[in-house]
Structures are given as structure tokens and as C-alpha cells.
């Protein structure tokens, strides 16, 4: 048992008229512990349900990044070389517990910012409690690319050459895939899981685009944003807590960049002649059919949503200069072939490599 990590629990799990937050150390602290498998599992359970319960704090959530910075997987920037069409790069910060009643559209808006001269990243686990909905790395296998087979290194170079990278937590950062167990022992999502929504595992100039449900946890954002010194991120209010833009209502988007004020954003869809429908997702095999659908330029409400997501990114990263544009791009890339084409030069090179 770890004394130390005793008493930061005794911190946070002494009720609401004893209990106190953690400063940004001891939260980095806790985590390093967590992580380095310091703290007994008992120690862990306690901590995380605590801490669920408590809600965690902005300078908390901070220190928890400060703690996955030092230890987890780090890309680098691109190879500037290849001529992307813009420094910063879009790292998704997408649940990991996956999707299981809307369709997912960021793999495809992915695919288009790649096909656009815009490097990403994005990151995440197999199915994970405590919604167990489809991940990421699966969507990614059924389009032909097995991110799980790839060393850091080889990541590295496959982001390099073609401006996609994904980072999977067992390969890659297995210290945090350990602590996923505890997430179904508890039967709730821990603050890890609203942490990940922020972690930005790449280097150098990058634009954080972090997804959330409850309007409490935009605010938690901004504070750990700000206290470690990111001046580009963006938040959306997504389908369910993904990056993901809704057809069903009103977006509402953050945006910071530097040297400007925080910008609130807000899209109606009709306002861009879209509908109000969400596809749904039904099954993997699916959804996978009709994201090849649109890779091959077939219209469809997924296509659709892959326009409106992919109009809204392409004008954020700078490609654009308004989101009409951006909307007229992202058409023409899926019809045009272009996606599709660097769907077909990312699975090449990981295949490559494995």
C-alpha cells in the first residue's frame, strides 16, 4: 500500500464537508502513482469512484495531463517535407467508450483533413467500458487499416508519409490501458475518461479538439487548457460527447487560438441546407458499409454528415476561409476520389510496416 497516495485519497474522498480538491501536483502525482502501479488496486477503485463522486476541478484535471505527458507516447510533428497544407495538426479527443447510437463520421473527417493537406491524430482503446460502444481502432480495421499492429516508431513514420497517426492505448501506453479494468469494476466513468478528451499525445503546433456532453465540463476545459499554457483548442458539444458536429440541433463550438479571446460558435443546420437527421448507428458491419459508401462519393444522410463535419474542420484548420467554402471542399475531396485515395495510401503504408 502507498502511504502517500493514501492521504490524496483521504483528500478527496472525505465528503462533502471535509473533502478537498487536489492541487495540479498532487493530481499529477495521484496519476504518476495510478499509473505506475504505486497505488494498490484497492487504493485505485477508491480514488477513482471518489473522485467521480467529488467531480473533478479544472487545476485537477491539469495535473492528470501533466502526469500522461511525462509518461505516455509523444509524436512528433510531422515531416514537413511531404507539404501539408498547415503547420497545426487536429488531434481528436473522442470517448473512448465508443458510440452506440449515432454513427461515428471522425474517421472520415480525419481521411478528408489528411486528403486536404491538414495532419491528424487521434486516440484510444478497444471497447471499453462503461458504454462499450464501437471504438475507433475498430472503425479504423474495417476500413483496411490496423493501427494495432504498429510500434510508436512505425506510427511515426506512417504520420510522416501520409499525415494520419493513431495512438492505441495497448500497444502504446499500456500504463493507461491497465487502469481501464477498474472503469467496469465501478460501473461509472471516472475523470480519466473527461482527461482523454484533452490529452494530446503529438508534439509542436497542434489544435486540441476535445467533445463533451454536460455544458459544466467546457468550463473544466478552458481552466486545464489555460493553465498549461494551450492557446489552440476546440470544444464541441457533440454527438454523444464525440467531436462530431449534430444535425438534430444547434452546434455550439468553442475555439481559441492564440492571441485572440475565446470564441463562442454556433451552426444550425438548416442554415447550410442539411437535415435534421443523425444517422444511427445499427451494427459495425453497418456502418462500415456506408462509410465506404461515401468514400466512393455515393450520396447518403452519412454523407451528408461526413460534408457538414468535414465543411466545419476544413475551415478551422485554416484551408477555408468560411464554412460555405468548406462545405463546397469536403464535397468535392469525397466525390472526387481524393479521400478515398488517402484512405488507400494509409492502409498501404501501415500494411507496409506490419
Given amino acids: 500500500m502507498s502511504d502517500a497516495f493514501r492521504e490524496l485519497l ?27 502501479g504505486e497505488a494498490t488496486p484497492a487504493q485505485i477503485g477508491a480514488f477513482m469512484i471518489s473522485h467521480r463522486i467529488k467531480r473533478p476541478t479544472g487545476e485537477e484535471l491539469a495535473g492528470m495531463l501533466d502526469a500522461y505527458e ?11 517535407e511531404k507539404g501539408f497544407a498547415v503547420s497545426s495538426v487536429a488531434v481528436f479527443g473522442v470517448a473512448y467508450d465508443g458510440r452506440s ?45 490496423d493501427w494495432t499492429k504498429l510500434s510508436l516508431e512505425k506510427v511515426q513514420q506512417v504520420f510522416d508519409s501520409t499525415g494520419l497517426g493513431f495512438v492505441y492505448l495497448p500497444k502504446h501506453f499500456p500504463q493507461a490501458a491497465d487502469l481501464v479494468p477498474y472503469r467496469r469494476e465501478i460501473g461509472k466513468r471516472p475523470p480519466f ?14 489544435n ?35 467531436c462530431d458536429l449534430p444535425r438534430d440541433r444547434t452546434a ?16 444550425a443546420h438548416g442554415d447550410y441546407g442539411f437535415s435534421n437527421t443523425n ?35 476544413l475551415w478551422r484548420s ?24 488517402k484512405l488507400e495510401e494509409v492502409s498501404q503504408a501501415v500494411c507496409a510496416l506490419i
Fill in 318 to 341: 485554416g484551408v477555408c476561409l468560411d464554412i460555405n467554402s468548406g462545405l463546397i471542399e469536403a464535397e468535392t475531396l469525397l466525390s472526387s476520389g481524393q479521400v478515398v485515395q
Fill in 279 to 313: 444517422p444511427a448507428f445499427e451494427s459495425a458491419s453497418d456502418l462500415l458499409k456506408k462509410m465506404q459508401e461515401v468514400l466512393l462519393g455515393k450520396p447518403s444522410e452519412l454523407m451528408h454528415s461526413a460534408i457538414w463535419n468535414g465543411g466545419f474542420y
Fill in 10 to 36: 483521504r483528500t478527496i474522498g472525505s465528503g462533502v464537508h471535509t473533502g478537498e480538491n487536489l492541487t495540479r501536483q498532487q493530481a499529477a502525482a495521484a496519476t504518476r502513482m495510478m499509473l505506475l
Fill in 101 to 145: 447510437r449515432t454513427a461515428p463520421i471522425s474517421p472520415i473527417t480525419a481521411l478528408i483533413l489528411a486528403a486536404s493537406g491538414v495532419p491528424s491524430v487521434m486516440h484510444g482503446g478497444d471497447v471499453m467500458p462503461t458504454k462499450e460502444g464501437i471504438p475507433l481502432i475498430e472503425i479504423w480495421r474495417g476500413l483496411g487499416v
Fill in 70 to 80: 511525462e509518461l505516455g507516447p509523444m509524436l512528433a510533428p510531422p515531416n514537413r
Fill in 252 to 267: 455550439i463550438i468553442g475555439i481559441a487560438k492564440p492571441d485572440t479571446d475565446f470564441e463562442r460558435v454556433l451552426l
Fill in 193 to 206: 475518461s473527461t482527461m482523454e478528451l484533452m490529452w494530446c499525445p503529438c508534439a509542436g503546433d497542434v
Fill in 208 to 242: 486540441v479538439i476535445s467533445g463533451y456532453v454536460h455544458p459544466p465540463t467546457e468550463g473544466m476545459f478552458q481552466k486545464a487548457f489555460e493553465l498549461r499554457g494551450v492557446k489552440n483548442y476546440t470544444t464541441v458539444k457533440g454527438l454523444e460527447g464525440s
